[in-house]
């Protein structure tokens, strides 16, 4: 443990965390503030202030429950440090202020097999023609990032998640500010925010079962835009809703430009039932968005569920595509539902969108997925009930394997198997409708993960594919990949 004096703590908190002026009042609380939200520690389990206004002290006896004193926040500046998960996290006394530091490293091995009539380069212009490329095995970092969250004044929480390797580019992922505990409201961030859409897409991909999400986001869904976030959860945080008003963002540098071209995304979602361990619950959600056309047209293009190199054209280039609609704008429908039943899993969503085209034509797409998944080890999937979607597990018991001394190196000392999982996906894009020929994608997953602490985890994916091209420019066929992710998180 060491402390910052507070002389020059108030010098950082002038500088890097100016927000609102602390004195606002309430009850010490008291306890693990990480943990309230299936055992994250990234901003997100950091509860709000009111559900600590009344919590009990470890020693509940009378003779020892000290009489609970109210405190002015910011009073108490002395920085406590300490290791959290593997990540640095630094706090007050009376958890008013507190950060943590961390990172993601993925590295992807990838290995293809693919028809040769796919082999054809992509065609140039727009929809699917041509086949795919000639798809070489590779080695490359998917993600490569650095992470500063955390909370101040007690209401004022932040986001700043930065990509060292996108293209060789620095692209922001969670940069935000917000403010908690507003009447109505709930939560507000501003900057650039999570898109509400999609129990799948509102997940991290620090947690992902697979080492893709399903075809169907990419086809449909941006993951971040710049806007406006406001969200809320009720009844013990079974009921939430959450409301985005936001920018596309195709470039991930937070930043667009053009008249109108906003869009508004709306998700609800209900914990119908859950179990007092959280080992059993079901989730049911839906959502609807809005959105511009962008100078006056809309596209829909797909990746596959997997990537080889940040520098390849395969990165880029799209099993399915509409091309370009001349529309004025477009509507997506999304429903999904997710069955939590011990070690075992089921989860499922689908998407339509409705693109509203200028010729008076309505074109209409739609995509999905379906899954399970079983913990060998016994774990359960977490959930974070304050947004509505699946937390980072903590394997029950860690991977560890120690010899027995210096003079014994071929011997087993001690060892943990970690948590081991089991999981198989199909999904579907489909881009075809009456007046448009983008394709269709459909794909099967079978994988493996290996936890072996919370920090560090391999994934092993075998991922079939099959494009059918129904632009006769295009060429259909089949490609199966086999991925390999190791993946450290502090």
Known sequence: MWQIEKTTWTQIAVLVLVATTPGLL???GWGDTGGGHGGERSLESFPPAIESFTVA????????????????????LELSGKVNNGGLQLETVN??????????????YAFFSQDQALKTLPGIGQGPAGGVGDLQDSVFFRRGRIRFDGVAHDVIEWDFDCELLANNTIAFDDLWVGTTNLPVLGTVRAGHVKIPMGIESITSNRVFTFVERASMFDAFLPEYGPGILAFDS???????????????DPNGNGTDSGDGQWNGTFRMTSLLFTSPDDRHYLHVGSAYSIRDDRGGTVRFRGRPEWRDTTTSASLNSRFVDTGDIVASDYNLYQAEMAWVAGAFSFQTECLYASVNSTSGNTETFNGGYAMVSYFLTGESRPYDKRLGRFARLKPTENFFLTRRGADEPCSIGAFGHGAWELAARYSWTDLTSANVSGGVEEAMTMGVNWYWNYNFRMQLNYIHTHRNASNPASISGDVDAFVIRLSFDI
């Open 234 to 248: 009720y009844r013990d945080a079974k009921l939430t809703w959450a409301a985005c008003a936001h920018r596309l």
């Open 57 to 76: 002290r470890p020693d509940s006896s009378e003779e020892s429950k000290e009489e609970e004193k109210p405190y002015r926040i910011g009073s108490s």
């Open 95 to 108: 958890k008013d202020y507190r950060y943590h530091v961390g990172a993601l490293i993925q590295q992807d």
């Open 26 to 28: 309430r009850g010490q």
